[in-house]
Structures are given as C-alpha cells and as structure tokens.
C-alpha cells in the first residue's frame, strides 16, 4: 500500500471514528431530550450563530493547540505522559506569582512572564522524565499521581501567596492590566495569543520534521532499541521530549491566564491536558495539524455549551463524543479488515499493472 | 501410497504490509513420504506452512485432507487434524521440564490434579518408541539446541500429528546432529508418518526426501519425484540460476590491528557465563570468521563489543584506543560499524520510511546537514546514491521499510553500516532470512570492504558461509574459544563441526594465537 493511501485511510478512520462519535450522541440527544431537532440544530449551528460564539470557538483552540503540541511530541516518541495537565496549571500559576510578587515594565514582564509559565512547566516533567528514561518507570502513571501533587501545590501557593482575601471567590490578586494579551476582535475574547499558539505550531513542527533532535524523538518512538543501536541517546530522547512537552503546556497555561483571566482562580486542573491528548490523536500525533483537532474540539464543546443552554441537554454530552472518538481511533483494530481489502486491492492493482507492462 | 493424503488447492496470502507470500499455490503431499518444500527465503515457504498451521489465514484457496474439505482457523484445529509443526523458532517453555514441555496443555490428570510421576513415565515411553534420546525431567534451558528440537518433534506427536512439518530443522544444528535427526525421520516414515521438510539446502533434501516442491517468488514451481532431479534441476527451478557461486576474493593481506579483545566475560540475563575470557583481535584487511552453533555465546560477544551490553568485564579496543563502556554513539564514532542479528528488532525501524533508516547513525555528521539541522536535500541525494549503489529495490526511499523484503531490507541495514566506511565491521548473521541474489551481493561488499582495508568480524550459524567468506576462522563453544585457525582453507567442514559441538579442543597456545 503506497503512502497516499496510507494517508487516505488514516484520514477516513479519523472521520469515520467523529462520525460515530456524532451519531452515538445524537442516539442519546434524542433519548433525554424532549425537543431533539431543536436541540441537534442549536449543536451543530449554535457555534456560527453570533460572533461572539464563533470568538468563543477561537478562544477555546489555544490552550487545546498549546497542549495538543505537547501531546504530539510526547506520542511520537512514544511516552504517554499526562504532564502536559499539571504543567499547564503549573505554568500559570507561575506567571501569576512573578508578576504579583515582582513589578516589571509590561513588555519584559509579558515575556517573561509567559517564558517562567513554560520553564516551570519543564520543571514539571523532570521528575516523571527522569524516572522513566532512567528506571523504565511507567510515565503514564509517574506523571498521572504526580499531577495530584502539582494540584495541591498550585492550592497551597494560591491560598497561601497570592490570595486576595477582597475577592468574593479564591482568587489571587489582579494580575495588572497592561501586561495582558490584548483581544483582537472586538466583541469578542480572542486575544494575541492565538499568535503565540500558532507560531508555536510552526516552531514544532520545524522541530519535529527539521531537526536532528526532532529525528531522533522520531525514531526513539518507532523503534527504541534500532535507535541505541544506531548511537541515539536514547536516555536524553526520552527525557528531553517530556520536558518540551511540559514546557509547551505551560506556557499554554501562562497564555490562558494571560488571554482569558483578571485572576489566577484555578483550584484544581481546568483538563486541558487530557484534551490535548484528544487533539493529539486527532492529529495523527502531526504537529501541522493540531490547530484541526483544536478547532474541531473547541466547536463540539461550544456547540453542547450552546445546546445545554438552549435545551435539556447537559454538557457533559461532549465527553461522549471525546471518548468514542478516543476509543475508535487508538484501538488498533478499528477498520483493520478494511484497510487489509484495501491492501489486498492495491496489491491486484500493482500486478495487473507489471501484466500490462509485460 | 500414492494418495493425496493433504491438498492444498490454490492458496493465496497477502500480508498487511502488502507482500503477497503466496499466489495461487497448489501444494499436495501423500501418506507416508518426506516430502521436501524448498525455495529461497521469502519464496513463501514459511507462509504456506504456517497457512497450513492455522497461524494465518489465506485469502482465497481450500485445504482438503483425505479428500474432506476442512477449516484450519487456528493451531488448534490444525492439531485436531493430526497436523503439528516444529518451528525454525522453539516454542517451548525455559523454565519448565522436558516432560512438562511436551504435555503442556495435555497433562496427565489424578483427581483432577497433574500427575508429575506419571507424566514422566509416559514422556520416557514415548521416546524409547521413538527412539529419542532425551531426559525428561531436565530443564528445557539447560538442554542443548538438538535436543529442544527433538522435544518440539514430540510434541507434536504426542499431539497426535500424523503429517510433521519441519521448519528449516537443521538451521541450528552440527553436521553430527543433523545425521542424527534424518535417521530418526526415517524411522518415522516407516511408522508411517508424513513429513514436510522445508529447508534450502539441496544436499540434506537430496538425501532424505522422497518427493519436492519447489516454490519461487510465492508460486509453486511445481513437484518433483527426487529421483527424477538432481542438485542443478533443483537449483534452476528455485533461483532461476545456478547456485550461489563462491565469491570471489584475493588471498588476504593483513595490517595491523584494529580491533582488540582482551579478556572479554560476561554474564548473562540466566545467570550463565556466556563469554568466558576470550581474547581475540581482528587486523586491517582480513576477515575473521566466529563459527558456532548458536547460543554459545556469539550474541553476547557482538553486544558487548558494540556497545548494546554494559556489565562485562575485559578490555575492547578499535585502533588503539579502549571503547569498552563507551556509549554507542562514542564506540561507532571510532569506527565501528555492526550489522545486527536481529534484523526487526536493532536493524531497522520499519515503520519508518527508507531514508530515515539509512541516517540514524549519522546524526553527528555533516553528511547530513549541519549542526542540529536536518538538510533533506543532503538526505535525499545521500539516500538516493545508496538505494542505487546497494541495489535496495523500492520504488522511492520515502517507502516505509516495512514494504521491503526481507533482502531489501538488509540490503538497507547494509547500506547503512557500509556508508560511513567503518574500521571494524562487525557481520553478525549477515544473510540471515535473504534471498540468495541479495546473500551474494553482501557478501561482495563484505570482501569489497575488506580489500579496502577494513577489518571485518564474521559471526555466522551459516558454515557454508563463514568457511566461504573468513581469511580465518574461530569457533566458539560455551562462551569459549575451543579452535582457531589462521588460515580458514586448513579445516574442513566435519572437523569444524566437532569443535562446534565441544567434542574437541584446541590446546591453549594456538587458541592464544588468535587474541
């Protein structure tokens, strides 16, 4: 089977797994709700009905793009790390603590402020990283019970440091305005950080694709013990692409915080992740096409924001569809009779081809 | 006698990766022959057996024994109908007895509890009627490669296979044991068994089987009464040439010493001493050839010289200057180069496509591109310059490795090893699981690379081919250097096959010649 139908037959399986995901909620749609028509239309057009939610949309893609990325790099090489969730809480936290504890001029305290967001999410990954590149220490797991104690650190900094008891909620202090991400379109939330998110993109995949580090992550996921062979230090590979995971959540996390926040307020993960787990498999682990997989998740969960408004169906409804779609396309079997027709088919197709030439 | 005791009718098998093994094969055999399956590696062979076996199942074609059309979804079933398979690989269990091997899954039960004694009883009944020479209650990891062989056989029989099929059984063994073994298959022949015999070497089939088919490319040549063919007949009909010719090469003249073993011992993941202090030295422009069975301590050596393994002792030298312990990246940069054994595990990545294959190793040169970056026009014209220097057959090197045969595929490990002009060569099994064509063009390079005056280690289960290639030729036993002889033409095949099989020694000056 050539490349092309390689690609082809991912990009079918992809959406054919959103296609049942689709139809496995609308089935429930029509079971809890009184009003189904109403409430499928308000979900699937309810994300373009106003400005203000297609801003929605957009906000809700970048931190998913900034966690999607870290997913991307972390799948490829094949370490199924959850750090990306703890580091983007971690990362935005430490931007609100530099910038509440120190005053800076606005530009060098934006950058700076972003760039601690993302060391400290690195910081984070060290541990569960170490553990795995030198033990074999399962990463799923290290970086799963390890984000339990990133929560509670961030509660303990936050009740403890930066707190504003004048708030009427637990929330830290005004982060000051001028070192904001600004909105670009009126009416709406979507601020510059969605240029911050797509430069990230570019940054990645150029990483992945062009550089020899980037190879060698490549590689280290498609066959570890081919790489030490080779020479690859395949210790550092998978440590470092745990730490650059962690640093992309957390800046993604400083970002969110920036964009969408007057105050530092999260008391435990806000999940994103998970999600960009989701978008990560979306994307065929493709740095490129994180942006398509944010964007497809962001406008589900607008549209079940929309819908659960509107009608009696609740939110939750999307993690349904985040679920199957997790389910269908990991599971290495889905459609596996399929692709193995369209195997044999391209095998007939070649020989009739070398029958003709001959 | 002449029944068609097994048909096989026009079977096809095409692989995920898009390989088709097999096209169309008939293949039938009668009650009470050896019937030999012969062709080149990736002929298909394995593909039909293991068809046969309930291991795969084909896309299109029927099986029929005794004229009954029957379903073969799984071994099970294969085993049901008194078909059993010895695989080139054994599938025993280390840790457990021989008895317990041979009944695993059929024990003999007491009130519902195993009975150990009288399992024993029966596993040493069962070899006296055949014959077999076997302990049952040693531990299958303590017990020597020609011995699991004959516990996998029993298996199978006490399955209750009537049709035996023998997945290249003589691969692992010494020329002793294999006379040991068709003495035994002819004892089965007249208790009226039925073996399928896949091999590819002409001599052994010629002198037991009674029948062949011939396979080439996933079709079936055809069958052959064994009388009516001989050794050129055979050959023409499987490669489409004569047999692979002897490579042609200058008599060797050594330099100076390239690589340096030193009092090399290791131990293994069972608690074995699988090298025990061997000291050897390969020089410029020879090729030193590691004769053995397998399993006596040649994959252990080749991984601590190349770096895979950490914890031996002993010195390991490449040009003067001490490697030992050295991180493979440091060991390769002072001009190592090892063609692993395991082709699918250490030899490539087959996922990836053909190119990123061939620079894993390259990473710190700028043959590549400079410092961190990847220059994929570097790539491309590097890559493009091997698949025609090293004759890989693909129709781009962006094709995943995985839709190259098992000879393209080596050929792309080859290329890539053979790139950066090492010192040492470290071959460890270089033709394994090749074609013949792409074994004869290895083998080529390999004498090419030498006259250019690197040093080359052979290590090879394949005594045709260490005895062809080697200037001079080692053999190892035990974890231990028992011959060496400086000049390979001064031993003959028999005579290695004794020290291979540790029935002899050398005394230990000669050995010392070697290190």
């Known amino acids: ?358 | 006698m002449n029944e068609d005791l097994l048909v096989m009718s026009k079977i096809t098998k095409i692989y995920p990766n898009g390989v088709m093994a097999n096209d169309k094969v008939d293949f039938s055999v009668r009650t009470g022959e050896i019937h030999a399956l012969m062709g080149e590696n990736g002929a298909g062979k394995s593909t039909l057996m293991n068809i046969l076996y309930g291991e795969h199942q084909p896309e299109e074609g029927d099986i029929f024994i005794e004229g009954q059309k029957i379903k073969i979804n799984s071994p099970n079933d294969a085993i049901m109908h008194g078909i059993g398979m010895v695989h080139q690989h054994f599938m025993l269990v280390p840790s457990l007895s021989v008895a317990q091997n041979i009944y695993l899954g059929k024990e003999p039960r007491k009130n519902g509890l195993i009975d150990t004694k009288e399992m024993i009883k029966q596993a040493e009944e069962i070899a006296r009627k055949y014959n077999f020479n076997i302990l049952p209650t040693a531990r299958v990891a303590d017990i020597p490669v020609g011995m699991k062989q004959k516990v996998e056989i029993l298996k199978a029989l006490v399955g209750g296979a009537k049709i035996l099929i023998l997945d290249e059984p003589t691969a692992v063994l010494t020329p002793q044991e294999t006379e040991e073994l068709f003495h035994e298959l002819k004892e089965f022949k007249k208790k009226g068994h039925t073996i399928i015999f896949i091999s590819h070497k002409l001599k052994e089939i010629k002198q037991i089987c009674d029948r062949i088919t011939i396979m080439k490319n996933g079709r079936s040549m055809g069958t052959y009464n064994m009388e009516d063919m001989d050794e050129k007949s055979i050959s023409r009909l499987m490669v489409g040439r004569d047999v692979i010719k002897s490579v042609e090469k200058k008599r060797a003249k050594p330099g100076e010493t390239v690589l340096k073993v030193e009092d090399l011992s290791c131990i293994n993941e069972d608690g074995k001493h699988a090298v025990n202090h061997i000291n050897l030295k390969v020089r410029r422009g020879e090729i030193l050839g590691i004769a053995g069975v397998e399993g006596n301590g040649q994959s252990e050596f080749v991984e601590c010289i190349s770096g895979i393994r950490k914890d031996y002792k002993g010195r390991v030298s490449i040009c003067g200057q001490y490697v030992d312990r050295l991180s493979i990246k440091k060991i390769r940069k002072a001009g190592l180069s090892h063609i692993s054994e395991d082709r699918m595990s250490y030899g490539v990545a087959v996922e990836a496509s053909i190119s990123d294959n061939l620079i894993s190793d390259k990473l710190g040169e700028d043959m590549i591109g400079h410092g961190p970056i990847l220059s994929h026009k570097k790539i491309a014209s590097l890559s493009a310059d091997l698949v025609d220097k090293f004759l890989i057959k693909c129709s781009s090197y962006k094709q995943p490795v995985s839709m190259l045969s098992g000879g393209n595929m080596q050929k792309v490990v080859v290329a890539r090893e053979f790139a950066r002009e090492p010192a040492i060569m470290i071959a460890n099994q270089p033709s394994r699981g090749v074609d013949v064509g792409a074994t004869e063009f290895i083998h080529k390079k390999l004498v090419e690379i030498r006259d250019n005056g690197a040093a080359v280690l052979l290590i090879s289960a394949d005594l045709n081919e260490v005895m062809e290639l080697s200037d001079s030729l080692a053999v190892f036993y035990g974890g231990e250097v028992v011959a060496y002889f400086e000049d390979s033409k001064n031993v003959t095949e028999e005579e290695l096959g004794y020290y291979m099989l540790g029935l002899m020694k050398q005394p230990e000056d000669i050995i010392l010649g070697l290190g």
């Not at chain 1, 957390?250 to 970002?255: A, D, H, K, P, Q």
């Open chain 1, 1 to 358: 089977m050539n490349k092309k139908r390689e690609a082809l037959f991912q990009f079918l399986s992809v959406l054919i797994a959103i296609a049942v995901a689709l139809l496995v909620t609308f089935a429930i749609i029509l079971c809890v709700s009184d009003e189904p028509v109403e409430a499928l239309k308000t979900f699937i057009t309810g994300p373009l009905s106003t400005k203000r939610r297609i801003g929605n949309v957009i906000e809700g893609m970048i931190p998913l793009i900034f966690t999607g990325l870290a997913a991307c790099v972390m799948f490829q090489a094949k370490q199924f790390s959850l750090i990306g969730d703890g580091a983007f809480l971690v990362g935005a936290l430490a931007t609100a603590v530099l910038l509440l504890k120190f005053q800076l001029p606005a530009v060098p305290a934006l950058f700076l402020g972003i760039l601690i967001g993302g060391a400290v999410g690195g910081i984070c990954a060290v541990i569960p990283g170490f553990l795995k590149a030198k033990w074999n220490a399962n990463e799923f797991v290290v970086s799963m019970m390890f984000n339990s104690i990133l929560e509670y650190f961030t509660v303990f900094i936050l009740l403890n440091y930066i707190r504003d008891p004048g708030s009427g909620f637990v929330a830290s202090y005004l982060i000051p305005e001028n070192v904001k991400l600004p909105s670009f379109i009126a009416k709406t939330n979507v601020h510059t950080g969605l240029f911050i998110a797509l430069f990230m993109v570019v940054l990645t995949t150029l990483f992945m694709y062009k550089t020899k580090w980037g190879y060698s992550i490549r590689m280290v996921g498609k066959n570890p013990r081919f790489s030490r062979y080779s020479g690859i230090n395949t210790f550092a590979v998978v440590f470092s692409c745990q730490i650059i995971g962690g640093f992309i959540a957390g800046l993604g996390g400083s970002v969110e915080l920036l964009g969408m926040y007057d105050r530092f307020q999260w008391q435990s993960t806000p999940g994103y992740g998970f999600d960009g787990m989701t978008v990560a498999i979306l994307a065929a682990n493709n740095p490129a096409l994180v942006p398509v997989g944010a964007l497809f998740l962001a406008y589900i969960r607008v549209g079940t924001d929309v819908m659960a408004r509107a009608t009696s169906v609740p939110n939750e409804s999307v993690s349904i569809i985040q679920g199957i779609i997790m389910l269908l396309i990991t599971a290495s079997a889905f459609l596996s009779k399929t692709k193995h027709k369209m195997v044999i088919r391209s095998v007939r197709d070649e020989q009739k081809k070398i029958k003709e030439v001959a």
